[in-house]
């Protein structure tokens, strides 16, 4: 069995990474700031999932794959906007992104993350 | 390729878990007395999930990510009463919990594990 | 590190299957043809996925795990129909099946996969 490392166990309830071996995985990542727009709460989204990355030791450029939910799909386009802006053009994920009514009322947009490293 | 391990193959469909290397995934595991109510699914899912990672040779210390599906998100506290009951909390995994209508309309829960072994 | 290999990265959002050491993972996949009924895409959505698993070397006896959305969780049964001729009867995977509304209207199934090789 591989050491396994978990990163920010908060409140009792879950880690915000693990890592195993070569994976990574982050919990259900949103962002601080829930009066920002789909984009600003990407934005803090992506921000966060970096961090994420960063304690485990990995970075952007190794992720294989991204669960984006979002609680209205047809925000799907606004939120690429600022993905397109983020991922790395040369080490692009496999994704899915589907609807799903979230934690929060006011969460816009929810992404959880599997990555090498 | 390292060897698979499919364990609980039924009805033809799916296995109920399946290991591969040091990586263990469970099948979307439910409770089985769909008369209970959110605490008392989500405690006889738990169960489940105990006996899926005893069966691939691993348990729950060893989680690395759990993905909770609810078919009303405004569940989630009372779920997560019974899951702090359960988790161990030395050994948090990560996790994401979101809203789905699930295959039965009376699941209250739904649960799916990734896991080292 | 382990070596990651990605392809099909398109439009410059995502890579349709990422593999890295043992572990393959595909985007989530939808058929061609949306005038198809659930049936027809589901057939048009495996015959992708196994493209896409060809492509990263391995095919649909080394699945682990398959997600699937539906936008009527109803038609799960009409879907197993499909399902279980193109499984490998002797190695299931584990498999959630959960609604959800997908990024067109006109989806009516998406799969994503974890596989070895």
Known sequence: MPDIARYEQEG???SN???SGN???TAGAVGDDL???VKGQTRETLAYVDKMLALAGTDKSKI???TIWLPDIRM???MNEVWLEWVDPAN???RACVEARLANIDYKVEMQIIAAR
Chains 1, 2, 3 share one sequence.
């Open 12 to 14: 009792g309830i879950l």
């Open 17 to 19: 990474v693990v890592a």
């Open 23 to 25: 994976i990574v995985i």
């Open 35 to 37: 009066s920002l727009d």
């Open 64 to 66: 294989l794959f991204v």
């Open 76 to 78: 799907r386009d606004t």
């Open 92 to 94: 692009l994920p496999a």
